[in-house]
């Protein structure tokens, strides 16, 4: 560990912060497998409830700074041409 006060309070607030990030991007990955599962089982409404949600809490990461706005349209447009394809 460091010996500098700076360092290691840098130390400690990269740790809050990779915390803080890993549980913002798991949930939206899990709220991006919620739109894909209602896909598959052909389910456009839930589809369509679940993409609305998706592209909230990845709109919400990218504010936090934990995906880029570029990715993080990229993701929406990619579920959003999935749950307009189906019938």
Known sequence: MANIKS????VL???R???????IRSSA?????KVYTAVENG??????AELK?????LEMAASKGVYHKNNVANKTSKMAKAVNKMA
């Open 7 to 10: 360092a290691k309070k840098r």
């Open 13 to 15: 607030v990269d740790r």
């Open 17 to 23: 912060n990779e915390e803080r990030n890993k549980a």
């Open 29 to 33: 990955k899990t709220a991006i497998k």
């Open 43 to 48: 389910d456009k409404s839930a589809a369509e």
């Open 53 to 57: 949600n998706a592209s909230k809490t």
